[in-house]
């Protein structure tokens, strides 16, 4: 078995954005796609606290949950087609019976970004661009880049 990258995709709403949330805070916010998976990136700055972690920590437990589903999905295939030729091996054998049944997989929930009550404003400082509430819009943002007010 060897490495084998788990592919997923997070669908970003219709501006293009995609949740992340605080692991400090638990507030979230929407940075833009292409924005955010440029290689330099390597933490964020939360909006609203201001403190920095690793961008995977950012993401959102909706993701970690299907991130882990498709992983268990992708054993349990494993697991399965394993026990099948366990089956095939021992059959017609009248001392050693095998009995195996087939794992059930997960269903994997799509996660699917809806658009709600927010606006986007320009971190001037990075050029780039960040999507919150209203009120936290007018409370003051940290830039997730850089980390200035
Ligand atoms: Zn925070
Ligand atoms: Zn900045």
């Known amino acids: 078995m060897g490495d084998k990258i788990i592919k997923f995709q997070i669908l970003a709403d219709s501006d293009g954005y995609v949740t992340f949330q605080c692991p ?7 940075l833009r796609v292409d924005e955010c998976q440029e290689d330099e990136v390597i933490e964020f700055f939360c909006p609203y606290c201001g403190l920095a972690d690793e961008p995977s920590s950012f993401l959102n437990n909706e993701i970690i949950q299907l991130a882990m589903d498709k992983a268990e999905n992708y054993f349990i295939d494993i697991l399965n087609g394993f026990s099948k ?9 009248k001392m050693i019976k095998v009995k195996t049944n087939k794992i ?4 994997e929930k799509e996660v699917f970004e809806v658009d709600s009550e927010e606006v986007i404003s320009e971190l001037k400082c990075c050029s780039r661009h ?3 509430t209203i009120s936290a819009k007018e409370s ?5 880049y850089c980390g200035v007010r």
Do not use: E, V
């Open 140 to 144: 003051g943002l940290i830039c997730p």
């Open 85 to 93: 030729n366990l089956d095939r091996s021992f059959r017609g054998n």
């Open 104 to 107: 059930p997989k997960k269903g």
């Open 130 to 132: 960040i999507k919150t």
């Open 24 to 30: 400090y805070c638990s507030n979230t916010f929407k």
